[in-house]
């Protein structure tokens, strides 16, 4: 099966190769660059400090953005659930939030921050914030009333009925909700660093476009895909895999049997 899925990813790719080669025939190296020339350019960026250095800032700024807004979430999503009357008036602002498209946010942190790299970690910390305690707030309501059993069973305060019982079972959605949020960040960082700034992916991607070296754009973008894909594929692996939560679990499982 895992033959049969790797071979069907080398014909997509050999696909996508194929069409780039074919149009590269029907427009001009300004629109569509060739291959061997977005190779080079790919080359000159792996050899120079630029590459390590750019990269590190735009992971900084997504992590920061990811941080901000899934702190504000977990926050959130305890008051809410604890307090009735709070969920029922500002839960709502949170779904309407949501609605919200994240280049509005852009424009605002343009005239609030101006230009830089806070626009980028203000945009994604908005667009995580509703994402992660929408997901959170669904699966709070849905709990299986068995395990909160458990919690009065060995009599658990309301903060240890959080530790032992809550966020176990919650991570698994947050695990969810974050890779959702993690694939629509790094686009987010890399677009708002496009607009806002010259340093980071985005901000080499724009110097690209005004130099009109398309072939910076194709290389850099390259260089994206493969962030993409080698930080979703670990998150991904972690996700299937489910030692983080096997590991929590099974310390929280011996504390409350020495607690109790």
Not at 126 to 149: A, D, H, R, V, Y
Request: proline fraction near 3%.
């Amino acid at each position: 099966m895992k033959n049969y899925i790797l071979k069907n990813k080398i014909i997509s790719f050999l696909i996508i190769i194929l069409l780039w080669k074919f149009l590269t025939f029907i427009y001009p190296p300004v629109i569509i660059p060739k291959i061997d020339s977005v190779i080079k350019f790919l080359l000159n960026i792996l050899s120079s400090s630029l590459l390590i250095k750019e990269i590190i800032k735009t992971l900084i700024r997504m992590c920061l953005g990811l941080f901000f807004g899934i702190l504000a979430s977990i926050v959130c999503t305890i008051i809410f659930s604890k307090y009735k009357l709070l969920n029922e008036i500002f839960y709502p602002i949170v779904q309407f939030l949501q609605v919200i498209p994240p280049i509005t946010w852009l424009v605002l942190a343009i005239i609030w921050l101006g230009l830089g790299g806070k626009p980028a970690i203000m945009i994604l910390a908005i667009s995580t914030f509703p994402i992660m305690t929408i997901s959170l707030m669904n699966e709070i309501k849905n709990f299986n009333k068995n395990f909160l059993q458990v919690a009065q069973l060995f009599q658990l305060s309301s903060s240890e009925e959080w530790r032992y019982i809550k966020f176990p079972i919650l991570y698994q959605t947050f695990e969810t909700a974050f890779l959702v949020c993690f694939s629509t960040g790094i686009k987010l960082i890399v677009m708002a660093e496009l607009l806002t700034t010259n340093s980071g992916i985005g901000g080499q991607i724009s110097t690209a476009r005004i130099n009109i070296e398309t072939e910076g754009i194709f290389a850099w973008s390259i260089i994206l895909i493969f962030i993409y894909y080698g930080i979703g594929g670990t998150l991904l692996w972690i996700k299937r895999t489910g030692c983080i939560r096997k590991l929590w679990f099974h310390k929280l499982s011996e504390k409350v049997l020495i607690t109790k």
